[in-house]
Every structure is written in structure tokens, then in C-alpha cells.
């Protein structure tokens, strides 16, 4: 599988204020995709990270609170604007097509605290 | 949308015993039913999956079943043993064009093996 990594392991944020997580991947990847993990909770998906365009979000999830940047097959960034304390959570990348086209692997994830 | 139901939330065994997670999806379309085992603090990982074309899958102590027709599928695992306490999380996705897309998942299954 690949090497995913992802930045800020974890951080704590004033409200009204923005973050942004990097993923990055060793080597190049058909699909990445942002999830969020709320303490105790599953996995729901933001949104999937397209390399040239614009990002697919989910239903309830926005590009103007979660800005998405794919600049290449590698590399992807999410942003959490405008954070509120509901904003806490493990936002997680994942990556598909790295052997086979239908396996996903996560990242680490990024623990976000907002006071 | 698809839709994952997985049951029960919580499991407690004895060492040694059996232990058996139960998911149901919605959509017929799906066509990629994986596993992730999730310890404290750390990302999901990936333990076993298995393909809308095949009934059953198995893996040293781990098998995986799919009925398509009832829309479920299971996760077993023989032999339990501690380091087998973890979060348990089904998830379900359907195929976009030769793609594999996003992963639905069910809400979690908390296994505890007491030695």
C-alpha cells in the first residue's frame, strides 16, 4: 500500500479562524478523497478530491467552509474555514487506485480542536 | 443513497471465542464491501474486502460472506484474541466508470476480547 501522510497531526484553533491540512502520498493515486471523524463516531465523506478541477462535496458540506486543492496526483489540501467549535473533529485523507482500482487507505488524520 | 446499517454496536467475547459483525446495504449497486479495524487513536485500516462477484473471501483468522440478494454481508473472526479489540467498521461503494467511488460506512462495532 502507499505511505500517506498528513499535516498538522493535530492542532488547536481559535475560533473564527482558518486551517488547512495537507495529504501527501508517495506515489501517484487515481482517487483521494476527505473524511471527517467526530470523537466516537464513524467516518462521513466531505467531499472527493479531483486532480484539475473542482472538488465533489457531499450533501451537507460546502466549498466555501472546506476549500479543496488537487494540484497534481500526489498532493491535496482541505481547508476548514471559519471554524466553529462543532468544527472539532479527525479529518482523514484516503486514497484509492493505489493497487487495485476499488482499495482505499487512509492517512492519519488530523486532529482539530476549536476553542 | 446508499445507505449501511451495521450491527451489533458493541460485542464482548471471551478469547478464543467467535465473534460476528452483520452490515446490510441499500443500494444494489454497490459492488465493494470492505473491512477496517480501527484501534484507539490510529486510522482505519484496511483488514478485508471483498467483490460483489464473490460469496465469500477469507483470510487466516478473518472471513468475509456476501448474500447480494438480501443485501448483506459479515464479517468473522475465529480464534479471538485481544489485540483483536478494536472498532470494527463495515463500508460499502459503488463502481463510477471504472472508478471505484466513495465508501459509505456503517456506524461501528466496538469488539472487546476479554482474555
Known amino acids: 500500500s502507499a505511505v500517506i501522510s498528513q499535516k498538522p497531526s493535530r492542532d488547536i484553533c481559535q475560533r473564527g479562524t482558518s486551517l488547512t491540512i495537507q495529504c501527501q502520498v508517495d506515489?501517484?493515486?487515481?482517487?483521494m478523497f476527505w473524511y471527517r471523524q467526530q470523537p466516537g463516531q464513524s467516518l462521513t465523506l466531505i467531499a472527493t478530491?479531483?486532480?484539475?478541477?473542482?472538488?465533489?462535496?457531499e450533501s451537507g458540506f460546502v466549498i466555501d467552509k472546506f476549500p479543496i486543492s488537487r494540484p497534481n496526483l500526489t498532493f491535496s489540501t482541505l481547508t476548514v474555514s471559519n471554524m466553529s467549535p462543532e468544527d472539532s473533529s479527525i479529518y482523514l485523507c484516503?486514497?484509492?487506485?493505489?493497487?487495485?482500482?476499488?482499495?482505499?487507505?487512509f492517512g492519519p488524520g488530523t486532529r482539530l480542536t476549536v476553542t | 443513497g446508499e445507505n449501511v446499517e451495521q450491527h451489533p454496536s458493541t460485542l464482548s467475547v471471551q478469547e478464543g471465542d467467535s465473534a460476528v459483525i452483520k452490515c446490510t446495504y441499500s443500494d444494489s449497486a454497490s459492488n465493494y464491501f470492505p473491512w477496517y479495524k480501527q484501534e484507539l487513536g490510529k486510522r482505519p485500516q484496511l483488514i478485508i474486502d471483498i467483490r460483489s462477484n464473490v460469496g465469500e473471501k477469507k483470510d487466516q483468522r478473518i472471513a468475509v460472506t456476501l448474500n447480494k440478494t438480501a443485501k448483506h454481508f459479515s464479517l468473522h473472526i475465529t480464534e479471538t484474541q485481544p489485540e483483536d479489540s478494536a472498532v470494527y467498521f463495515c463500508?460499502?461503494?459503488?463502481?463510477?466508470?471504472?472508478?471505484?467511488?466513495?465508501?459509505?460506512f456503517g456506524k461501528g462495532t466496538k469488539l472487546s476480547v476479554k482474555p
Open positions: 463500508a460499502a461503494s459503488m463502481d463510477y466508470g471504472g472508478s471505484q467511488g466513495n465508501l459509505i
Open positions: 506515489s501517484q493515486v487515481t482517487m
Open positions: 484516503s486514497v484509492g487506485g493505489v493497487l487495485t482500482s476499488y482499495e482505499q487507505y
Open positions: 478530491a479531483n486532480q484539475g478541477s473542482e472538488a465533489t462535496y
